[in-house]
Structures are given as structure tokens and as C-alpha cells.
């Protein structure tokens, strides 16, 4: 038999042959060397197992991910917009081609795994990494996990679905306990999860820095053992998030099989790391304690210390060694983790090297990014039609925003990756217009904090951001203020204002718009003819404002082609055919979560006391008007929606039929969603919640029938005393509409 026979479709039951020999003949101390990471000698993996030269074993590349490829070496990649613009497009296909297009240059780099996708529940909106994120519900969220998984590793390239689990905040998420109930757990935060390993295989899964239910994530036995692999029947390993492993025996008895990355930052990137040389200087000489070391210098760089867990790198080789040698740990054990690894190292056809080449960087690939950018892109407001604009109606145009000039390629931390070309608005609606229209451009304001240099972060302690921080930035442009903008709007036929905020890893994030940005909007808008506000945001914002401009646009973080994107769409050679995958609350106490208890936590417990209340589930239930709701989103063009029908199939089970039209004299895009809700439950459930979605794309006049599946699992909740999926009999209402808010047909159906 080949190899390529031994490998295929039934999976890891047949490679283990091969990779059970390989075990049996691997010593203690070479097992040891394969579960946990180490330097990579050409500076490109963010985690790399060095190969096996005895036993032939190859080396394994692991790379950040989910917004494109970060490679260590400054390698430029393909800067792909926002996993949150990605799932607002509603559509698991555009997900998959997202995915196979990483796995293409990630191959290019040699890279065998790519640390994506990220998809924790947006539980708070002012998750810093929401913006690597997809949304608040757990049907679309497993849906683009799921398409985005397929595409990876249609890609030959291992997916590592990300951070498992009730990973919902960067506030202090190293000390982080979330107090989390099992029906949230399950309705919510696993559902994703579940989903990649029982329909897509996935390859790998990340185990989260923070603690669940009092147990560490990389840790909890039930998490990663019981529910994850014997449960849900995960077969690849589950790699913990960088130095996230605090106790390593603990952790491999748990079921964490890679410990990663094993070498402390400084090694892993010296030149760079000012920050943990300096600590290392004043604790070698004994000026102070580590402890105390750490505590100042990175107080003063405004980190949390707690980031400096990173020089703890042993835990998968020493420890672990010494754990196995005293019996505290069984040898078969770890003979388990060498199988997963090697397994998914079969399955990949990476032990025999059988990786194909990729290709980075190139045109191609830069048009996907740009196509899933405008897809994504949502139009929340657009009163008397103001967009798209025209050139044939327009002679000038203020264009306004601190930054509305550079493109926003994405957020901070570890997903942040270097294009070899960007562009920002400023450009981009030059080049659309051509010289018909004149465009001014004032900033209006001050730099938004880090503006594209973001924030300091472990990620890019360089000494001048060190030295930035510690003694001011002399650099600093002196305060711009509004006057110049509001004369240029004045003067403007049009003026559009580019807004943003400032996530990042590592912290979360206010909900208003930093510095004067509000005052901004509403000083143009009071006196420009029309105004159009271009978000450029990880997520919800607060818009004081929104009464009184004409146009909002959400751009998220629109990638490389960012402004290329935003002309398209502006000047409607693009749709905005996306729809919001997070609700926009108007204030933050609209959200559910909106106590310090909840959200930061108190003394590191965050108390998930909201249940399975999150988005728009808290919304409908509280009765809140939402600024704008979930899955909502406007188009260029009108669809008509006529003769929806809703049928009972086998046991819990629903079919939806609608036929949708569109009616204007554009092509566009539709996306239509099916909510189901039980109209007299026993336990407390949301009136509504997200059952079946499509997205569709019809060409002027064009009308078709969708058809929507509504699944067992739709109709149940997760029962915490019988610990099982519960469907109640009685009546179920399924709500067909094009928002959460705007139902256009009702149904009930009795399950019996
Ligand atoms: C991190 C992240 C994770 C990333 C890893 C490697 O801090 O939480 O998403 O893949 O480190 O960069």
C-alpha cells in the first residue's frame, strides 16, 4: 500500500500504523522534544517543532492567522479584511475561499499550520479582538467557522480553530476565571467548536490563556478530555495558546498535546525585545526581584505583567520529562500527544513531505481580499438614497478623518500582518473619480491612539516604542482641530467623514470613538449638504450622531484594499451587500452585559450571570431598541419577499420556502434568515434565536426560491440538570425577515 492509500479519507485509523511505529521507536526524550515548540531557525513560524532527523520525522510550522499570514521574517502577505467583515458577508462559501487562499500562502512560506480561525462569542462588544471574531450568535458563528476550517484544509494546510474556550475578553485574560453555566457553555460557546470537529475535521485547537469555571483552560480535564475529544470525537491535538501553559503535568494529564511556543520571547525575537532585556538586567544584577522587576517595567510601558508570563518556557520539557520519569504523568500519556501530532502530520501528508507549493502576495489574491472586504461592508443608514455617489452629480467632495488617508489594515496584536501594498480612502476615491471631482482632505483631529502603529503590545515592543512610552513621543502632532474640516465640508457638495477606533489584542476597548471623533461627525454634519460616515471599527460604536447625518457605512477593518473598498462602495460599483453579525447597541448599558461582576470581573472572576442572553437574544428579551440590529443591512437595490412557507418534517425539524425578488434596477445581494423561537417554553429561552440564513445574489429583477432547513438542534436547549439537548413538545414560531428586527413572515408549527 502507499502512502497516499494509508492516508486518505478514513483518516487517522488507518495512518496509525505508520504512526504507531513511529512512536514505539521514538525514546523518551524524542517524544518529549515533539510536544512542545522551539525556536525556528529561519525566523518565519510563530511556533515551530524542530524535526526528528533520526526517524525522519520533518519539522512543524505553525502560523498566526486569521487575517492573513504573519510570517516572522517581515515576509509580505496578503492583508485579508477583518474576520468580522468576513462574517458579516453571511456567507460560508466566501469563508472558504478566505481559508483556501491563506492555506495558499501559508504553503508558499512552507507553513504546515495556520493559527485561524479565531471565533470566540462577541459576548461584550468591547472585546479587543472582536475584530478577529465573527459575531454573537452560535449558528453563524459555526457556519463561517466551519466554512472557513474547510478552506484551510481544502488548502492542504491544518487549521487551529481558536481560543478555546470563553476566551470573551483581552481585559487581564491570563488571570481570567469565567464563571460560565454548562447551558451557556453549550448553546453558545462550544457550539462553534463542535461544530469544526464533527462536520469539518478540524486539525487542531488552540486551548485559551484564561481559567473556566476555577480550572485554567489548559488544564480543565473536562473541557479539553471529556467534552472535546471523547465527547465531540476531536482527533487532531489541542496546542495551547502561546505561553499560556502555566503547570505543565497538570496540563498534559488535562489532554493539552503541544505546549507552545517553548522559547521565551526574547529568544524568539531579540533584536526587538527592549522590554524583557531590561527586566532580565535588573533582576540578574539583583536590583530587583523578577517579580518586581516585571511589575515596573511593565507598568510603566502601560502592559498588564501579567503579558510577561512569557519568559515560563518549560513546561512541556523539563517538567513534563521529570513528570513522566517520577510516574506523575504515564508514559501512554504522552504517547497519545506524539499520536495526534504525527496523526495530523499523516493526514496533511506532511511526513512525507508531500506539501504542495503556494503562491503569497500575489494579484489574485489581493482582488479576494478586496472582494470579501465589499461584501462585508454594511450599510446601516442611507436616507433620501444619498448613496452611491456619482461623479456626473457631484463637483466636490470633503473628505475628512484623522486617518482617513492610510488604510486600516486591521487591528493590533497577533493577527497583524504586513502587505507589500495598501491603500487608504484618500486614494482610493481619487483614483475613482478621476479629477471629475474636486476632493479636499482635512483631518479634522488628532491621531486616533497608535492610529496604524497601534498600541504597545508584547507584539511590538520595539525600543522606540518602549522609549515612546516611557518619555513621551516628541513626535506627537499638536492638536488639529475641527475648523479646517467644518470649512472644507462647507464648501463640499458631499462630505465624508472616516471614523475609527483603535483595537487590539491584549486590550479591550471602549465603545465610544476615541478622541473628538463624535464632535467631528456632528460639527461636519451641521453644516455639509450630506454627510456620509465610513466606520472603519472592530465592532459596535457608539453613534451620538446618527440622527443627524444622512449615510453610515461600516467598513470594519477593510484590509490592504481598504481604500479601493471604500470608493467602490461609496460610488456603487460595488454592492454593500453585508449584514451586521453583532448587534449595534445604542448605549452600553443596552447590552446584557453591563456590570463590572460580568464584565471585566471582579478580582479576575467574570460572572457570565447573563446566561444565554447575549446579542440580540438580550435584546429582544429586555425589549431594547437596538441602535441597529443584528443581521441587519441595507442594499442599493429592494428585494420583495412573497410566498413564504414553513413545513414540519420528521420529528423537530422545519422546512422554510420564500421567494425573494429583487425589485430595484441593481443587482444585488440578499441575505435571508429564518429565527425560531417556542412560544410557551418550560425553561427561560430567547424569544427568538437564529435558525437557518442564505445569502443570495440576484441580478435586477431576478427573483428565486430559497430553501431553509431548520435542524433538531435548532429546537433545543441545553438541560443542565439531565446534562443532555432537550426538545420540548408544543408550539414553535419561525420568523423569515431580513433583521432580527425586521420579520417579514410568521409561521407556527407544533412538534410533537
Ligand atoms: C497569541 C494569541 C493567539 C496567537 C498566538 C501566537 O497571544 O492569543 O491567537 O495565535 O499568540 O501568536
Known amino acids: 500500500m502507499t502512502s497516499e492509500q494509508m492516508t486518505t479519507d478514513s483518516g487517522t485509523d488507518v495512518a496509525s500504523d505508520r504512526v504507531d511505529g513511529l512512536v514505539n521507536r521514538l525514546t523518551l526524550e524524542e517524544k518529549i522534544d515533539l510536544v512542545h515548540g522551539d525556536v525556528d531557525p529561519d525566523g518565519i513560524a ?19 492567522g486569521p487575517l492573513g499570514v504573519r510570517a516572522g521574517d517581515g515576509t509580505p502577505a496578503t492583508g485579508f479584511p477583518a474576520s468580522i467583515a468576513l462574517a458579516a458577508a453571511w456567507d460560508p462559501e466566501l469563508a472558504r475561499d478566505m481559508g483556501e487562499t491563506m492555506a495558499a500562502e501559508a504553503r508558499a512560506l512552507d507553513q504546515d499550520v495556520l493559527l485561524a480561525p479565531g471565533f470566540n462569542i462577541v459576548r461584550v462588544p468591547q472585546c479587543g479582538r472582536l475584530f478577529e471574531y465573527y459575531s454573537e450568535d452560535p449558528h453563524l458563528n459555526s457556519r463561517i467557522a466551519v466554512g472557513s476550517v474547510e478552506g484551510i484544509q481544502a488548502g492542504d494546510v491544518a487549521a487551529c480553530a481558536k481560543h478555546y474556550v470563553a476566551n470573551n475578553q483581552e481585559t487581564a485574560r491570563m488571570e481570567m476565571n469565567a464563571n460560565v453555566g454548562d447551558r451557556a457553555l453549550r448553546e453558545l460557546y462550544l457550539r462553534a467548536f463542535e461544530a469544526v470537529v464533527e462536520e469539518a475535521d478540524v486539525a487542531s485547537i488552540m486551548a485559551a490563556y484564561n481559567h473556566v469555571n476555577g480550572t485554567h483552560a489548559t488544564e480543565n480535564r473536562r473541557l479539553l478530555t471529556d467534552i472535546l475529544k471523547d465527547e465531540f470525537g476531536f482527533d487532531g491535538f489541542v496546542v495551547s495558546d502561546w505561553w499560556a501553559t502555566t503547570d505543565g503535568p497538570a496540563a498534559a494529564r488535562a489532554g493539552l498535546d503541544l505546549d507552545m511556543p517553548g522559547a521565551t520571547l526574547p529568544e524568539m525575537a531579540p533584536e526587538t525585545n527592549v522590554l524583557y532585556r531590561t527586566i532580565d538586567t535588573l533582576s540578574t544584577f539583583e536590583w530587583l526581584s523578577p517579580d518586581d522587576a516585571t511589575e515596573l517595567v511593565t507598568s510603566i510601558v502601560g502592559l498588564e505583567s501579567s503579558e510577561c508570563r512569557v519568559h515560563r518556557s518549560e513546561k512541556f520539557d523539563d517538567d513534563l520529562l521529570q513528570a513522566v520519569e517520577d510516574g506523575r504523568v504515564d508514559e501512554s500519556v504522552l504517547d497519545e500527544k506524539v499520536r495526534r501530532i504525527l496523526g495530523q502530520m499523516d493526514r496533511f501528508g506532511l511526513l512525507e513531505g508531500e506539501q504542495p507549493d503556494g503562491e503569497i502576495d500575489v494579484p489574485a489574491h489581493h482582488e479576494r481580499s478586496r472582494h470579501i472586504a465589499q461584501r462585508g461592508t454594511v450599510l446601516l443608514q442611507n436616507e433620501d438614497d444619498v448613496l452611491p455617489l456619482s461623479t456626473e452629480d457631484l463637483d466636490s467632495m470633503a473628505l475628512v478623518g484623522p486617518h482617513a488617508d492610510e488604510p486600516k489594515v486591521g487591528g493590533g496584536g497577533s493577527s497583524e500582518v504586513d502587505p507589500s501594498s495598501k491603500i487608504g480612502p484618500l486614494d482610493g476615491i481619487k483614483y475613482r473619480v478621476d479629477g471629475d471631482v474636486d476632493v479636499s482632505f482635512e483631518r479634522g483631529g488628532p491621531p486616533v491612539q497608535g492610529g496604524d502603529d497601534r498600541d504597545v503590545t508584547v507584539w511590538n515592543l520595539s525600543a522606540e516604542t518602549v522609549a515612546d512610552s516611557v518619555f513621551g513621543d516628541d513626535d506627537d502632532p499638536a492638536d488639529v482641530s475641527v475648523a479646517p474640516a467644518v470649512e472644507a465640508a462647507e464648501d463640499a457638495d458631499v462630505a465624508v467623514v472616516v471614523v475609527q477606533d483603535a483595537a487590539t489584542e491584549d486590550f479591550d476597548r471602549p465603545l465610544s470613538l ?239
Do not use: C
Not at 429561552?685 to 443570495?696: G, H, I, N, Q, T
Open 46 to 64: 510563530t511556533g515551530y517543532v524542530p524535526p526528528n532527523e533520526r526517524l525522519d520525522i520533518p519539522s512543524l510550522s505553525l502560523i498566526d
Open 514 to 752: 476615541p478622541n473628538n471623533q463624535d464632535e467631528l461627525v456632528s460639527a461636519v454634519a451641521e453644516v455639509a449638504e450630506e454627510t456620509v460616515v465610513v466606520l472603519r471599527t472592530a465592532g459596535p460604536v457608539e453613534m451620538p450622531w446618527a440622527d443627524e447625518v444622512e449615510a453610515i457605512v461600516e467598513a470594519w477593518y477593510p484590509g490592504q484594499e481598504d481604500g479601493r473598498v471604500v470608493a467602490s462602495i461609496l460610488f456603487g460599483d460595488a454592492e454593500p451587500s453585508g449584514r451586521l453579525p453583532v448587534t449595534f447597541g445604542e448605549r452600553p448599558g443596552d447590552y446584557s452585559v453591563n456590570t463590572r461582576r460580568q464584565h471585566p470581573g471582579i478580582d479576575f472572576e467574570a460572572e457570565y450571570s447573563e446566561g444565554v442572553f447575549v446579542g440580540y437574544r438580550h435584546f429582544d428579551n429586555a425589549d431594547i431598541e437596538p441602535l441597529f440590529p443584528f443581521g441587519h443591512g441595507l442594499s442599493y437595490t429592494d428585494f420583495e419577499y412573497t410566498d413564504v412557507s414553513v413545513e414540519s418534517g420528521d420529528g423537530p425539524t422545519a422546512t422554510v420556502q420564500v421567494t425573494v425578488e429583487n425589485v430595484g434596477d441593481r443587482d444585488g445581494y440578499e441575505v435571508v434568515q429564518a429565527y425560531l423561537g417556542q412560544d410557551d417554553p418550560s425553561v427561560e429561552r430567547p424569544p427568538k434565536e437564529l435558525a437557518a440564513f442564505e445569502s443570495v445574489e440576484l441580478a435586477a429583477g431576478e427573483e428565486t426560491t430559497i430553501t431553509l432547513s431548520i435542524e433538531e438542534r435548532d429546537f433545543a436547549y441545553y438541560d443542565e440538570d439531565g446534562a443532555a439537548w432537550t426538545v420540548d413538545d408544543g408550539e414553535y414560531t419561525v420568523s423569515v425577515g431580513r433583521s432580527s428586527r425586521n420579520i417579514v413572515a410568521t409561521e407556527t408549527i407544533t412538534v410533537e
